[in-house]
Structure formats: C-alpha cells, structure tokens
C-alpha cells in the first residue's frame, strides 16, 4: 500500500525515531506500547494527520477512546497540524459509535431506533423492580445478593463472555448457590428489555458485536467506510471491544491500537489484561513498537518505576527512560501512626508551598478512598484547602435521576422504567401501582385522564393529573430544552424540598443541569449524550489546579500528572489490597497500580508508609513496607529524618 508523498508537517522534527516509525506506517495491524509520559497522545495525533496528509480519506479514518472530549481534543490538535480536513474523521467512544451504528440498523436485531440507554442507576431500578413484582422469591431470602451486586454480575458475564457461575466463582465464591436465580433474573431483565425498547451500556456492545457478526452486509459496510481504526488505551478494553475491533476490520488489517499492559488497572471495570497481550493473535502479522522516552518524570523517578514493574510477571519488555539525569530521589518516610504520616504530609505540602509550588500541583494518591480520612480532618485543622476525586458522579445523584426520568418519558412513551420512577414520587403510589400505570401507558399510549387507567377518586388522581398535564405539555411544546427543563424543576421542587433537607443545594444542581441543555437543540441527541458520556460533577469542574491541594484514588488518577506526588498508606494491608492475596491476576493488577501511581510524578515522589494502624479489636497493630516498595533497594530512596528536601518548580 502506497500513498503520495506530502510535505505540510515535518515528521522527523517533530517526533523521536520510535514514534516517527508507528505514525509512518502505511497501514496493516499495529501495536504501540506506549510507557507512561513517553507521548501516547502526541503519537495518535501525528497519526491521524499522517494518513490525512498522505492522502488517506478523512472520512474512513475511525478513532476510538474511552471519552467523547479525548477524541474531540486529539482530533482539534490534528487539525490545527494539518487542515480542517480533520473534521472530517469520526471520533468517539466505543460505546457512542455501537450508538449510531444500532440506530441506523435497529430493526435488524428487533428494536425501534428510538430505543432508550438505560444508565447504572435504571438498571439497578430494573432489577429491583424484577425481584419485588416479578420474581418475588427466592429473591426476598436472607442472604441473597443486593441489585448492585446482581447488576455487576451480569455485566461482568456480559462483557467478559463468562457465565453467571464463574463469574460468582471468581468474584463472589460465597454467593455460587444463587447462580440459578441470578440467571433467572437476568433472563426476566433481558425480557424487558427487549419489551420496552431499552438498551443498557453492555447492550450497545454486545448488539454492535452481534449486528455486525450476524449480518454480513453490515460488517462489510463498516469495514468498507472505516479503512484505518485507531484505538486508544487498548489495555482498558473488554473481551467485546477487542471483538468489535476485530470485526469492523473485516476487509483489512489496517488497525493502530495504542495502550500500556503496565497500566491495565480496570478490571472491575471489565477491563481485559488479556486483549493487549493477544492483539498479535487476533492480528497475525503485528508490527509492535514500544515508546520508552519518557517525557514527564525525572530519572531517579523513573529508575524506581522500572523497577516496580521490572517485577511483573508478564507484560511487553519496556524500561523507560529520559534525556533528563537531573533530579531528586525519591523521598521515603515511615512514620509511627496514621496520625504521624498526616502530619508529614502537612509538612511537604507547606514545605513545597513555601517553594513556589501550587498547592493544585502536588497530589496525594492512596489505593481506596478511606485511606484519606484522616488526613482530610489534618488539612481541614490546618487551613489547608482541597478536592478529592472519586466516589458518585453527577448524573448518579437521585434528584438529577428524578428530572432526567421526566425528560426519558417526553422523548420515549415506551420508556416503562423511567415513567416507574417519577409514578413512585406521587402520594400513595407504591411500586405495584407504578408498574401496572406505567405498563398500560406503554402499551396504551398517555390517557386523558385516570379514570382510564384505574378505578376514579383514588387519593392520587391530583397528582396524577398534574403529571400527565406537565408531559403532554412539555412533549408538544416546541421550545428549547432548557426551558423544558425549568419547568420540570419547578414542578419537582416540592419533592425536593419534601424529601432532602440539602435541597437548596440539590436545587443548584437542577439549575445547572438546565445549563448543560442550553447548546442542544435535539432532546434525543442530549439523553443519548448523558447517557453515553455524563458530565462531571458541577464542583470538580470549576476548581482551579492552583486553588487546592488534589487527592486521588489511585484508580481516578490515571492519564492525570502532578509535580509533586504523595503516595500515603504505602503498606501492607492497604496497598496491595487484602482482597487480591489468593489471586496472583489481581496482584499483578495491584503491581500495575502501584506503576501508575509513580508514574504520576514530574519533580518529586514521595512514598509514606505508617508501621502501625489502629484497630479496633486489636488495638495497635504493626504493619509492614508494601512489598512493592520493600523490594526496591534502599539506595534509591532518601529517607526522611529531620530535614525534607523538596525541588522547586
């Protein structure tokens, strides 16, 4: 395969040899190990203008990521090295592009193209519903898995091609006597599914698996229109990703995907370790190339890095390393108790403070969210602002839920889950009563009045009425969506004000979730958005990087860097986490997790371990060094006495 020479960008002078050699290929199956900071991004770029440069049709270019703004900013900085041919490559997530593919081709699996996304929150209503109305035993025995776990288990099962059993084998051994039931369920949650027109998140990959394996005019249009698919963070991806990849490259090889095996750390996720090992068996003939030059850390960093995963069992060989010998090494400290290192902790900050560092540049990273607690009361007591990233998301919260099922009804009247969920809001209506009304609308279509429906003069009919009054409104009104969504706010204040004593703030997040209507003119397009790639939470996007001090969980930190990093509870029992010491799969994840972490660090790491930690049977109980950390010779540390050095910015 050739194409014309072009001469806008000067690759050579732009890139180092090994990225210059992945960005020049002319097409066939290409794997990039991309080591941590070495320019994965840059690389993806320079790519896709590559093959826009050298006369590749924009428009059969795919780029794949994990967030619609990862493509949107790859594919703006390609654009401005080349020209506005860029726009013309599709970019988008895995799940967004099953999206637009399922809506064009719904018909040919069963389903109306105005088919709803159910989110993580419908799918745990769904199962709730399912237990409590449709198979109400054996699922009501103590000791039965909660809808949360219930969800996870079919997802995993889903996603990782596995039963219900091993699924509960590997993950969950004490709970293997209810796979029988858990299969139940999930047949019943796939029957209403399929009734109500929904689809879940592991839906739109699987029936993007299933439309293009079962079809083969489908699978040879798609390969046909995408001749070059970009993948990145293939280390993050599912056994269904990696066989959608595979399929939509059915009439070449010409696939690019870009990852890190030593930053595979999703597994809860569904996440396969696996699909980057074997890419070279599903694509025989693999060109791999690995990017070592590291463009973000300090050599005694690095050295520390390579040699955490030096130790990894398995994985492409890679030993990162830089131009710059400049630096400090790594600072280790063990204080006594959990109170010792927060104090510690408090002295770096005001240390590096005093340094010239902003306080947004320096993070504090742990293997679970309780392992800041204490720390926080320390910052809190010392004056010390900070945001910790983690936990529940915008969308996850139970009031934006509310509104949303409002809008879920006016878009789609088949909608029976979300027309369950704003039911169960009106005085008197329990979860029988909103899944018969709910059911008879869906098959019916939205009555006149109640009467038509069920028995007159029940206590709700008001309610009721003024309901069914707001969405017929609001589905015939031709304005835009925000104002819609002003007038569901000031109709569900009352059970905002009733049912949260924080609904002034609960309020602002109303508010704010109007805003996010304003630059949409399609409802439809804006529940698809929501539901493929939700907003974060209003708070975390307006602090400024210099106005606090961020901790993290490891796992939120990840594609993320900071001048300074403080790896705290860098010990036994925490990191690695108790619950991965039977398996070694799990332990080699928690060695990668402890990878990403360094990996983090520009200027200065610093690594805390207290030798004791406080229980509350046992009272103070020694600890040991991470085994991670214990493994490293000592002369790759400085180790914290009296006096701390810090290098400035």
């Known amino acids: ?151 996870e288990v079919s997802s995993r099962s889903t996603g990782g091609g596995l039963t219900i059993e091993q699924v509960l084998e590997r993950r969950y051994p004490h709970l293997v006597a209810f796979a029988p039931d858990i299969e139940r369920l999930r047949s019943l949650y796939e029957h209403h599914k399929k009734s109500n027109n929904l689809m879940d998140y592991d839906d739109l990959l699987v029936n993007m ?23 990145d963070e293939y280390q993050d991806t599912n056994p269904l990703q990696a066989r959608i990849v595979r399929l939509s490259a059915y009439t070449h090889d010409n696939v ?77 400290a063990l204080p006594w108790t959990e109170r010792a290192q927060s104090r510690f902790v408090i002295k770096c ?117 003024s309901l069914i009054s707001l969405i017929e409104r609001l589905t015939t009104s031709s304005g835009p969506i925000s104002e819609k969504v002003e007038e569901i706010n000031r109709y569900y204040f009352p059970f905002l004000k009733e049912n949260y004593d924080n609904y002034p703030k609960r309020m602002r997040d109303l508010d704010y979730l109007a805003d996010l209507t304003v630059t949409y003119r399609s409802l439809n397009r804006f529940l698809n958005e929501m539901a493929l790639e939700p907003p974060e939470d209003e708070q975390s996007e307006t602090v400024s990087k210099e106005d606090r001090l961020v901790l993290s969980t490891i796992h939120s930190s990840k594609g993320l860097e900071w001048h300074t990093v403080i790896i705290i509870w860098a010990a036994e029992g925490r990191i690695p986490s108790p619950l991965a010491s039977d398996s070694l799969e799990d332990m080699e994840e928690e060695r990668r997790l402890v990878y990403v972490a360094t990996t983090r660090a520009q200027r200065n790491l610093v690594i805390v371990a207290p030798m004791t930690f406080q229980d509350r049977r046992l009272g103070q109980v020694n600890v040991q060094l991470s085994r991670f950390f214990e493994e490293i010779p000592v002369e790759y540390f400085r180790w914290a006495q009296l006096d701390y050095e810090y290098e400035k910015p």
Do not use: C
């Not at 698996?209 to 993948?231: A, F, G, P, T, Y």
């Not at 995963?309 to 010998?325: E, N, Q, V």
């Open 256 to 332: 690019m995907v870009v990852g890190d095996d030593s930053q595979s750390i999703y597994s809860f996720r569904g996440a396969d370790f696996r699909n980057i090992m074997e890419f070279p068996d599903l694509f025989p003939g693999t060109k791999v190339i690995t990017l070592e030059e590291n463009y973000r850390s300090t050599r005694p960093i690095l050295e520390v890095t390579n040699l955490i995963i030096s130790h990894a069992t398995s994985g492409y060989p890679k030993k990162l390393f830089t131009r710059r010998h400049e630096g400090l090494l790594p600072l280790a």
């Open 209 to 231: 698996m299933r439309l293009l394996d079962e079809n083969e005019h489908v699978k040879r249009e798609v390969s046909n229109k995408w001749q070059h698919i970009l993948v």
């Open 349 to 465: 900050v005001k240390e590096l403070s005093d340094h010239g560092v902003p306080l947004g540049e320096t993070a504090v990273l742990f293997r679970a969210g309780f392992h800041s607690f204490d720390l926080e009361g320390e910052l809190s007591r010392n004056g010390i602002p900070f945001v910790k990233y983690g936990g529940f998301k915008f969308l996850e919260s139970l009031h934006i839920k509310d509104v949303l099922a409002h809008l879920k009804v006016i878009n789609n009247h088949k909608d029976r889950l979300s027309w369950m969920r704003i039911f169960k809001l009106l005085p008197g209506i329990g979860a029988k009563t909103a899944f018969k009304l709910a059911g008879r609308i869906a098959e019916q279509g939205i009555p006149k009045d109640l009467s038509q429906l069920v028995p007159p003069n029940r206590k709700f009919s008001s309610a009721f009425n």
């Open 1 to 151: 395969m050739t194409y014309p020479m072009a001469g806008i960008i000067d690759y050579a002078e732009d890139l180092n040899p090994q990225q210059l050699e992945a960005v020049s290929i002319p097409g066939g199956p290409i794997l990039v190990i991309a080591g941590a900071g070495s320019g994965k991004t840059r690389t993806i770029v320079y790519r896709v203008a590559w093959l826009v440069d050298h006369g590749v049709e924009p428009s059969s270019i795919l780029l794949l990521t994990f967030t619609r703004k990862a493509a949107q900013e790859m594919l703006s900085r390609a654009a401005e090295l080349l020209d506005s041919r860029i726009t013309s490559v599709s970019g988008g997530t895995f799940h967004s592009t099953a999206n637009i593919l399922l809506r064009k081709h719904a018909g040919l699996l069963g389903f109306d193209s105005s088919f709803s996304i159910m989110d993580q929150s419908d799918t745990l209503e769904a199962f709730d519903h399912i237990r409590k109305v449709m198979l109400p035993t054996p699922t009501d025995l103590k000791g039965f898995p909660k809808n949360r776990t219930i969800a």
